[in-house]
Nanobody
């Protein structure tokens, strides 16, 4: 069955960096667009970044401001989210989503905590 597994979260100091990974299985990964979302108790789930299946075109939320980079390696069935210059307000559970038409699937999330 379709499975997405996020990893790479953890505790990091403000200004630090993390690379989140999302590995997919059970579906044709290269045919799916991939997105990252994040969720906090106060804001709910919000869009972070998106990468298309074909040409790898990317789109970002307004708050990213050049700090986040989404990329994918179809040979490894993996999408990445590089986050630099982490801020306390980036603290959230980060989820990846696979999308193809009306089909979509979510991972279980990985927690990122930004604190000194």
């Amino acid at each position: 069955q379709v499975q997405l597994v996020e990893s790479g979260g953890g505790l990091v100091q403000p200004g630090g960096s993390l690379r989140l990974s999302c590995s997919g299985s059970g579906f044709s990964f290269s045919d799916y667009a991939m997105s990252w979302y994040r969720e906090t108790p106060g804001k709910g789930r919000e869009f972070v970044a998106h990468i298309t299946s074909g040409d790898g075109h990317t789109k970002y939320a307004h708050f990213v401001k050049g700090r986040f980079t989404i990329s994918r390696d179809n040979a490894k069935n993996t999408v990445y989210l590089q986050i630099n210059g982490l801020l306390p307000e980036d603290t959230a559970v980060y989820y990846c989503e696979a999308i193809r038409g009306a089909l979509n699937a979510w991972g279980q999330g990985t927690l990122v905590t930004v604190s000194s």
